[in-house]
């Protein structure tokens, strides 16, 4: 690798920016260089000789992928021009980031999963125009619709589908005549491990996605609940079984009927309008492929999965003929069917795939580990040349190897000297590994065998030392699983199996896993090192599929230096996968990732849990006249060069650039009457009204809509500046303001909000009234901590800064009062306000919670910036909100100290 990569590594990408730069591979020099732009949607593979990874090398593009990504870029620059405005509300607030603010608290999406969300809203929503030559009807393997998404393990499919429920669902339940989307979503899995992990896509659910990561904004939260989510794994879709009953039975039943069968499956939906089909793993479920030119043992592999794949998809037939299906969006990371070895690379993508974000991508932008395997070997000595592998590479067709690990045997047979040689190699390393690691969850390693034979030796040699490192051979630190877990029938195994990495749970200390063929998807551990591969690896979607279960990263800590994930690694034995960018032991290799600190809850500290309030939003009682403080009103700029993002659907939109004067007659001819300024003051008189009516009962509904409109025309005339030429001015000006509804309504309640000097109250969320410490999502950290085990909170640690630097002692050494107290990191606290038309949320520093049920927000500040006035003023309207009615809420106070925090700063007033 080059000089200039070595710190770096192949991450040269940010994961919240569309990749700048690329690696390719040269032949002759045998290196990675980097190249400027984004490397085209497709995949590598390897013509030829398979099994030795030993075949030419090819890169075939993805002609479908690559149409659309440029198209679905122009809409996205432009404003998403024709999208619903429930959509248009989710892309803001999925968008809602700073573009350099790595300070920015809460969930920020990686650019990958806006770039998947937003091609699949865009070949629903999206002009026709710009969908022209694009027909999927004709790529689609069946009668029902299908769209392929293709993202590389660890790149987190989950949030997109949870974007993806929330976007049909919600479209649906505010206008259910559209018969675009449905509130009605399956989502099929291919297993129950993964099944199980889907449930966080059922909004009731405990730590659901739409909480966890924020998918939907508050003003929309409460409509989520009216969906009706069903995950299914694909047994469900089994034909019904008539084989117990008597023959005569048997005939009388006859065949099921579509509509039976669908009634049957799907009985937990109302009525019989068209779904929406999400496939999680798609590419399981595809038409059954031919058997020419395939092995023995390839057919035996795949004789599960072509059982599988044929129920899946001949059971969705079933349901769209008797109800219809909308769309089937498929999520995979390898969208491949098998082809066997007639084929020019032993597999065939799927014809619908619309997005691509690879491994490739994913290692480059630091979203998953980066692969190190060892390229050269003293085995050659001298001798080596290029071209020649290390006997790493693919250790099962090795000389001897294949032969040995077929044989039907007792455990204590010797395996091959090469296998445990390389066991030795990666074990050290492991060990290597744990030392650097502090307490708490050690790193694992995972062997992937051919048969139930083979783990059984080597789980044998590892328990009897036969294998080098002793501190790997714990009996209750290393796990056998010869089958999926899904077809795990020990539900403790299955627990600990499922868990292995995850802090307090069974598997949190295992140290090994011995599987046999490969390791279920779903299987999400992130403290997978080292991966030792003992079977057959005859395909590109075989290795990426078994590899991918090491690649998941531990921390998503940004390098504020770079604005780029730090590399992590894991090291790859026997599985050959040349198609990826690999680094080399041999080479000076890059800065591993520091040590890592689990930060996560005490169970054994529950006394300090701390109850906080879940608030969407503060409403104030509005007597019969609106009062509004015009010094607290914001002035906002409307400009043509950055406004489209706040554009509503309007014709106007599918024209490059507001900014270009030569356009400007047209637009205005589209325009028109329809969007005349009169007409969007109605409208955004309409928003705020709307929003305040439960509020402001004591008046008729006329008399609220004058003073509105009258709030909304003068903000208009005094507290807007269009950034125009003269000659220009009066039409961007009405087309600009049309285009920003939202964000001046926004604006305009924020500040009769905060004019009011009336009663205020919380509305909390409809379904979690309360958040706790005792729910939060553990993480890790590489910055410097302090243990907190011995303080009044609730969590392990708290990470070192210099601005909040003793509070811990003062807390619980200086004040009586204190029950408990928790930085709020992680924990989903947040404070609703307005800032640039904008809704944000607001993370305070602490919560202390004192005798008596109450409670202090503490903001420790250093530089104060533009917005933080009014977040505190939110803060405040806040806790005067919730003071109504303490029994409910308890009492609350808000503070913010400028300086290191002092006792009487701390003290309850």
């Known amino acids: 690798m080059k000089e200039e990569n070595k710190n770096q590594g192949f991450v040269v990408n940010s994961p919240y920016k569309e990749p700048l730069s690329h690696f390719e591979y040269d032949e002759n020099s045998e290196r990675y260089d980097k190249k400027d732009g984004r490397r085209k949607a497709g995949y590598y593979a390897t013509i030829g000789k398979q099994e030795a990874g030993t075949g030419a090398t090819k890169f075939f593009e993805l002609d479908l992928a690559n149409m659309i990504r440029p198209r679905v870029r122009d809409w ?182 579509d509509k039976a069968f669908t009634k049957r499956v799907l009985s937990e939906f109302p009525g019989d309008t068209p779904i929406i089909v999400i496939n999680d793993e798609a590419h399981h479920c595809h038409r059954h492929t031919a058997e020419i030119g395939k092995s023995k043992e390839e057919k035996d592999l795949e004789k599960k999965e072509n059982e599988e794949a044929t129920i899946w998809v001949q059971g969705l037939d079933k349901i769209h003929k008797a109800r219809g299906i909308i769309t089937a969006y498929d999520l995979s990371a390898t969208p491949f069917v098998p082809k066997g070895r007639t084929s020019n690379t032993g597999f065939e993508l799927f014809e619908w795939i619309v997005s691509d974000f690879g491994l490739h991508d994913a290692i480059e932008s630091g979203l998953v580990k980066t692969p190190t395997i060892a390229v050269r070997d003293s085995s050659y000595g001298s001798n080596q040349v290029k071209g020649d592998r290390s006997k790493l590479f693919h250790i099962y067709y090795e000389e001897g190897v294949k032969e040995n690990l077929n044989q039907k045997c007792e455990p204590n047979v010797d395996l091959p000297d090469l296998v445990r040689s390389a066991f030795k190699i990666l074990s050290t390393d492991w060990l290597s590994t744990k030392n650097d690691w502090s307490k708490g969850v050690p790193p694992s390693m995972i062997v992937i065998c051919n048969n139930t034979f083979t783990s059984k030796r080597i789980e044998y040699s590892i328990l009897n030392s036969h294998l080098g490192v002793n501190e790997i051979a714990e009996r209750d630190r290393l796990l056998r699983v010869d089958s999926s877990a899904d077809d795990i029938t020990d539900e403790n195994l299955r627990e600990k199996f499922n868990t292995v990495g995850k802090q307090g749970k069974p598997g949190a200390d295992i140290q090994c896993v011995i599987g046999v063929n490969m390791l279920s998807e779903g299987w999400d551990a992130s403290n997978v090192k080292q991966v030792l591969g003992l079977r057959a690896f005859t395909s590109q979607l075989l290795c990426e599929q078994v590899i991918g279960r090491g690649l998941r990263r531990m921390s998503y800590e940004v390098d504020e230096n770079t604005g780029l994930l730090k590399p992590e690694y894991v090291t790859v034995f026997g599985i050959p996968f040349s198609f990826l960018p690999i680094e080399g032991k041999g080479q000076d290799k890059p800065e591993d990732e520091k040590p890592k600190t689990f930060i996560q809850v005490l169970p054994q500290k529950k006394n300090y849990q701390i109850l906080f309030p879940n608030i969407l939003r503060i409403q104030k009682e509005i007597e019969y006249y609106v009062n509004i403080n015009w010094d607290k009103v914001e002035k906002i700029t409307l400009s043509p060069t950055d406004n489209p993002v706040w554009v509503k659907v309007a014709p106007v939109i599918d024209r490059p650039d507001l900014s270009q004067s030569q356009k400007m007659d047209s637009i205005q001819d589209q325009l028109g009457d329809n969007y005349r300024l009169k007409q969007s003051i109605f409208a955004i008189t309409t928003t705020i009204k709307s929003s305040l009516d439960d509020t402001w009962n004591n008046i008729d509904e006329a008399s609220k809509f004058q003073q509105i409109f009258k709030i909304v025309s003068d903000f208009i005339d005094t507290n807007i500046t269009i950034d125009a030429d003269e000659s220009n001015y009066s039409v961007y000006k009405n087309i600009l303001i049309s285009l920003n509804i939202t964000r001046i309504a926004s604006t305009i309640r924020q500040a009769i909000n905060l004019s009011q000097s009336t009663k205020s109250y919380p509305v909390p969320d409809p379904v979690n009234k309360f958040k706790t410490t005792a729910v939060m999502t ?132």
């Open 778 to 909: 553990p993480w890790y950290t590489t910055k410097e901590v302090y243990s907190s085990s011995e303080m009044k909170s609730h969590m392990s640690h708290l990470v070192q800064d210099s601005k909040w630097e003793g509070i811990g002692k003062i807390l619980d050494n200086e004040i009586d009062d204190v029950q408990a107290w928790v930085k709020n990191d992680h924990l989903g606290f947040t404070i609703p306000y307005v800032h640039k038309g904008m809704v944000r949320s607001y993370f305070p520093d602490f919560i202390i919670k004192y005798k008596g049920n109450k409670y202090l927000m503490l903001e420790i500040k250093g530089k104060e910036r533009e917005q933080d006035q009014t977040k505190w003023e939110s803060a405040k309207l806040w806790c005067e909100s919730l003071n109504t009615d303490k029994d409910s809420w308890g009492e609350w106070q808000f503070k913010v100290v400028k300086n290191k925090p002092t006792i009487s700063d701390l003290k309850w007033e």
């Open 76 to 257: 996205k620059e432009k404003g998403y021009p024709n999208v619903s405005s429930i959509t248009k509300k989710l892309l803001d607030h999925w968008n809602r980031f700073e573009k350099e603010d790595f300070s920015e608290e809460g969930r920020r999406y990686f650019w990958c999963q806006l770039e998947a969300i937003e091609t699949i809203i865009w070949l629903t929503e999206a002009p026709d125009a710009d969908k022209v030559g694009i027909n999927l009807k004709d790529k689609s393997d069946g009668e029902w619709l299908r769209s392929c998404t293709k993202l590389a393990t660890g790149t987190g499919k989950t949030v997109v589908m949870s974007m993806l429920i929330a976007w049909q669902a919600l479209n649906k339940i505010t206008n259910p005549k559209d018969t675009r989307f449905s509130k009605n979503i399956l989502v099929m899995a291919p297993g129950i491990t993964v099944k199980d992990r889907l449930d966080v896509l059922i909004p009731s659910t405990e730590g659901n996605y739409y909480e966890v990561f924020d998918i939907i904004p508050a003003s929309l939260k409460e409509y989520i609940y009216q969906a009706k989510i069903v995950t299914l794994n694909w047994h469900a879709l089994a034909p019904k079984k008539k084989e117990s009953l008597p023959k005569v039975m048997q005939d009388a039943m006859g065949e099921e009927s």
